[in-house]
């Protein structure tokens, strides 16, 4: 792709509006207020994880236009942090102040219709998939593809939600019941051997950055473990970086993107989906990394130079879900008996089950080390 010709940097000092205001927009807003930028969200809800360390924190559903125009009219740049945000959203905002990444990025990776075809036009790698609009299309889909399968909705959907494992294709009726007959994706089935994403960043001249190949572990079809380095051959390894440089530049993306793949037992590499943001598996770099994915999304969107991505020290990272409330307020103190542990909390009042509450990251020796600090933090928090 061909690099643009210099623009104009966005200097500290500046706004950077966000829309969304999860987790994602209070780890940016930490990094923008640290090099000297404001920060706005503009989100439907009112104290939220990002809004609590914004400047400024708008609460309006993101269809009304005449807010999106007045938050636009604020700031000197917009980003987004969720994913859901209505591409109407961003076409709005984006004729006042520039949108990075553009808003047809998030049009693309926000329904995997758009997202699989995308990909494959451009050749990239998935699983094997059908457009699915009805029982019936699901029925051909089923004798295509064959069971086991994952149906899954085309909007709407992240952490498992929205989807539906068919065992067999007699499971097809069920199936489409459980994800409320909508237009789906139905997917192969991956036995995987191991999945990995990788995270990366585009500057506005076109220059690419990322943090290598990193091993997720889910549970519940949510992330629960990353450790950078995933343990692959080096051919695996560059393919994958190749593979999210490819999609970057074909997107034409300005900012950070997430790609997360399924490593076959074959050694295949396929792309599950695309996360055009800072990612979960990308959280530790906001400790263990010289430039965190926070700041590099800040960088790329102000037209900045990339930070480095070097690894400081063998980390890993876990999940904190609302299920540790269980038992009452975790022991925090405990967890931190290790002093290298270092506890993350996205400022969200209530703790329900499987809901993001906050992550752990942890330092070690090697890289498994680490991973066995972090889950021992963790296991602590319950004691
Ligand atoms: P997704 O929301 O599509 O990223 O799915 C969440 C998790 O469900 C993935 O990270 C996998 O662990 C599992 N999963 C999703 N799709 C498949 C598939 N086609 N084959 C096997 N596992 C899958």
Same mark, same amino acid.
């Given at each position: 792709m061909n690099k643009r010709a210099p623009t104009?940097?966005? *200097?500290?000092?500046?706004?950077? !509006? &966000?829309?969304?205001?999860?987790?994602?927009?209070?780890?940016?807003?930490? #990094? @923008?207020?640290?090099?000297?930028?404001?920060?706005?969200?503009y989100s439907p809800d009112q104290g939220t994880p990002t809004g609590q360390l914004a400047d400024r924190e708008v609460a309006a559903p993101y269809e009304d236009l005449?807010? *999106?125009?007045?938050?636009?009219? !604020? &700031?000197?740049?917009?980003?987004?942090?969720?994913?859901?945000?209505?591409? #109407? @959203?961003?076409?709005?905002?984006?004729?006042?102040?520039?949108?990075?990444?553009?808003g047809e990025v998030l049009h693309?990776?926000?329904?995997?219709?758009?997202?699989?075809?995308?990909?494959?036009?451009?050749?990239?790698p998935?699983?094997?998939?059908?457009?699915v609009n009805s029982l019936e299309a699901l029925h051909r889909a089923v004798a295509e593809i064959g069971a086991p399968a994952v149906l899954k909705t085309a909007g709407f959907g992240y952490d498992g939600k929205g989807q539906a494992k068919l065992r067999a294709p007699e499971g097809a009726e069920a199936a489409w019941r459980a994800i409320g007959e909508t237009e789906a994706v139905l997917e192969g089935f991956i036995d995987f051997e191991m999945e990995v994403s990788v995270v990366a960043a585009r500057g506005l001249d076109g220059e690419f950055v990322h943090y290598g190949v990193l091993e997720n572990q889910h549970h519940n079809h949510i992330l629960d473990v990353t450790i950078p380095d995933a343990e692959l051959p080096p051919e695996l390894r560059e393919r994958a970086v190749e593979v999210a440089r490819g999609i970057l530049e074909q997107l034409d993306v300005v900012g950070v993107l997430c790609v997360e793949f399924f490593v076959t037992r074959t050694g295949e590499l396929l792309v599950n989906e695309l996360a055009p943001r800072p990612h979960n598996s990308g959280h530790f770099t906001f400790d263990?990394?010289?430039?965190?994915?926070?700041?590099?999304?800040?960088r790329a969107a102000c037209g900045l130079p990339l930070g480095s991505t070097t690894l400081l020290r063998p980390a890993a990272m876990v999940n904190l879900l609302g299920d540790l409330w269980n038992d009452g307020e975790p022991n925090w103190a405990a967890a931190l008996?290790?002093?290298?542990?270092?506890?993350?909390?996205?400022?969200?009042a209530a703790a329900r089950p499987g809901r993001k509450m906050g992550h752990i990251t942890a330092f070690g020796n090697d890289r498994m080390d680490a991973r066995a600090r972090a889950l021992a933090a963790r296991a602590r928090l319950a004691g």
């Open positions: 104009k940097p966005i *200097l500290p000092g500046a706004t950077l !509006g &966000v829309l969304g205001s999860g987790q994602l927009g209070r780890m940016l807003a930490v #990094a @923008a207020r640290r090099m000297g930028y404001k920060l706005h969200t005449d807010a *999106l125009a007045d938050f636009a009219r !604020g &700031v000197d740049v917009i980003s987004f942090e969720f994913e859901n945000v209505p591409y #109407a @959203a961003t076409e709005c905002v984006a004729q006042y102040v520039p949108v990075r990444p553009r693309t990776a926000q329904h995997r219709l758009r997202e699989k075809t995308f990909l494959r036009e451009h050749g990239f998935t699983a094997p998939w059908r457009k263990a990394s010289v430039t965190s994915q926070f700041e590099q999304q800040l008996a290790d002093p290298d542990v270092k506890l993350h909390l996205y400022g969200k």
